[in-house]
Nanobody
């Protein structure tokens, strides 16, 4: 049984930083794609960052240069380092894992992801 458990969310002021973690069990994070998604109140869930087998990455335009996705295969953990946070980054952030290599074609497409965490809340105040 695959489980993804996120942590690291919280409340920060604009310009601050947070690092989200996602620990996977029952799934090897280096096997395909791992992604971070977010959903703000009243909005659709969107892909924020994705990583393929610990190598290639992709980011939504609004976070490029501010967020960094990485993974530690020994810990089977994926991270999302978020710097320069803005109020518009406020959302529930979800970790997701894909089943197939075809996810590499579109790292931010949630349809490519099979397993999801429960989410962690990030709130950025101005």
């Amino acid at each position: 049984q695959v489980q993804l458990v996120e942590s690291g969310g919280g409340s920060v002021q604009a310009g601050g930083s947070l690092r989200l973690s996602c620990v996977a069990s029952g799934y090897t994070i280096s096997s395909a794609c791992m992604g971070w998604f977010r959903q703000a109140p009243g909005k659709q869930r969107e892909g924020v960052a994705g990583i393929y087998k610990g190598g290639s990455t992709d980011y939504i335009t609004s976070v490029k240069g501010r967020f960094t996705i990485s993974q530690d295969n020994a810990k089977n953990t994926v991270y999302l380092q978020m710097d320069g946070l803005k109020p518009e980054d406020t959302a529930t952030y979800y970790c997701a894992a894909a089943r197939f290599d075809s996810c590499s074609w579109s790292l931010l497409n949630q349809a490519n992801y099979r397993y999801w965490g429960q989410g962690t809340q990030v709130t950025v105040s101005s």
